[in-house]
Structure formats: structure tokens, C-alpha cells
């Protein structure tokens, strides 16, 4: 079974952020990402980013429930978390 995980966050620098965590994860995964999209091959599964003006979406596939939540909360949040300092970054994840 697959797990999808799906998540909008508003913010203005969507673009900015794909890039600094792809940069940072490409240090120990394979990456591919310019400055709208971006597409990162975890161990335990994908993750795809895209910006638009006011959004980044944020969309986790793995095979494993619990490789989905530590997708979702150690990997992505955490590390977004830190880039985004600035601003106030909230997370209401759509799990399928």
C-alpha cells in the first residue's frame, strides 16, 4: 500500500525554500530541483515541492505508514522549520 502525504504552506518565499532544502538534502539523497519544483529520492520514499506566488506544496510518497510520518515530521518540517525561521510556518498534512 502507499502512503501519500499532501501539505500547502502559505508563504511568499516557496521558491527559496525548495531550494535550500534540496541543496541540504542533496548532501545524502538525490535531488532534482530548480527554482519552482523540486524532487528529492529518500531511502523510504519521494517527496515532490512546487511554488507558486503565495504557496509551497509539499507532496511524500512512501510504501510504510510510519516512513510517512517520519517523512512528514522529522524530514520535511524540521529541517523547513529552520529555513524559515523568519516567518510563522504551519503544517496541516493530508494523509491518504
Not at 19 to 27: D, R, T, Y
Not at 30 to 40: I, L
Amino acid at each position: 500500500m502507499k502512503y501519500s502525504s499532501v501539505v500547502e504552506i502559505n508563504t511568499d518565499h516557496a521558491g527559496k525554500y525548495i531550494q535550500q532544502l534540496c541543496k541540504h538534502f542533496a548532501h545524502k539523497v538525490d535531488v532534482k530541483y530548480d527554482d519552482q519544483k523540486g524532487h528529492v529520492d529518500f531511502p523510504m520514499g519521494v517527496s515532490n515541492m512546487t511554488a507558486s506566488p503565495n504557496t509551497l506544496q509539499i507532496t511524500s510518497e512512501t510504501d510504510e505508514s510510519e516512513d510517512a510520518r517520519r517523512t512528514i515530521e522529522v524530514i520535511i518540517e524540521k529541517h523547513l522549520v529552520k529555513f524559515a525561521w523568519r516567518e510563522e510556518i504551519s503544517f496541516d498534512w493530508n494523509i491518504k
